[in-house]
């Protein structure tokens, strides 16, 4: 049972490149999430997605897009990389019953 | 706008001691709150949801309570291990949304 799997584990960006993150659920959940955490500091959140086909931003989006093509993928869009986004990034998903909260692994992105 | 905060942001305790770890949340109107565990350099692992209409939830070692009226849950670990030593993160669910608390970082010493 794979749970949530993100892609790549780890990172290194030159300032203004671009990359795409990924994410995948095999557990049928509707809502997904992506989520920065700067180090020592709680987590932020970047976007969000309630079902296939819409998202919606969360506290800290400028800087990135996402899509949400399936219930399985949600992809998280870096454009033009800046130092500021140095970061791990966690995606996690919940299903509509109990809303409990499953996390990825996370992903250690380095912007230089 | 929702705020969660943690106290203490760090504790150390000795191997054995039962402690208790809190998180205050400003907007009483949550679906479920739910308690993290993170270890240096890893993911979120869930220890406790508990839903709005609920009091407690107990796992094995950990007990969670919720007054969700005065915007408090407190996490009570019996009989602390060493390998007990993490992070540990609460987050009330708004409609969609969850908001983290910064943490608690526990340190239990052999």
């Known amino acids: 049972n794979a749970g949530v799997t993100q892609t790549p584990k780890f990172r290194i960006l030159k300032i203004g490149q671009s990359m795409t993150l990924q994410c995948t659920q095999d557990?049928?959940?509707?809502?997904m999430y992506w989520y920065r955490q700067d180090p020592g500091m709680g987590l932020k959140l970047i976007y969000y997605?309630?079902?296939?086909?819409?998202?919606d931003k969360g506290e800290v989006p400028n800087g990135y897009n996402v899509s949400r093509s399936t219930t399985e993928d949600f992809p998280l869009r870096l454009e033009l990389a800046a130092p500021s986004q140095t970061s791990v990034y966690f995606c996690?998903?919940?299903?509509?019953?109990?809303?409990?909260?499953?996390f990825g692994e996370g992903s250690r992105l380095t912007v230089l | 706008k929702q705020e969660v905060t943690q106290i203490p942001a760090a504790l150390s305790v000795p191997e054995g001691e039962n402690l208790v770890l809190n998180c205050s949340f400003t907007?009483?109107?949550?679906?479920?709150l739910q308690w993290f565990r993170q270890d240096p350099g890893k993911g979120l692992t869930s220890l406790l949801l508990?839903?709005?209409?609920?009091r407690e939830q107990t796992s094995g070692r950990l007990n969670a309570s919720l007054d969700k009226s005065s915007g408090r849950s407190t996490l009570y670990i019996a009989a602390s291990q060493p390998g007990d030593s993490a992070t540990y993160l609460c987050?009330?669910?708004?409609?969609?949304?969850?908001?983290f608390g910064q943490g608690t970082r526990l340190t239990i010493n052999p």
């Open positions: 996690a998903s919940s299903g509509l019953g109990s809303g409990e909260l499953f």
């Open positions: 557990m049928n959940h509707n809502y």
């Open positions: 997605s309630v079902g296939a086909g819409i998202t």
């Open positions: 907007d009483s109107a949550i679906y479920n």
């Open positions: 508990i839903q709005s209409s609920q």
């Open positions: 987050a009330p669910r708004e409609a969609q949304k969850l908001v």
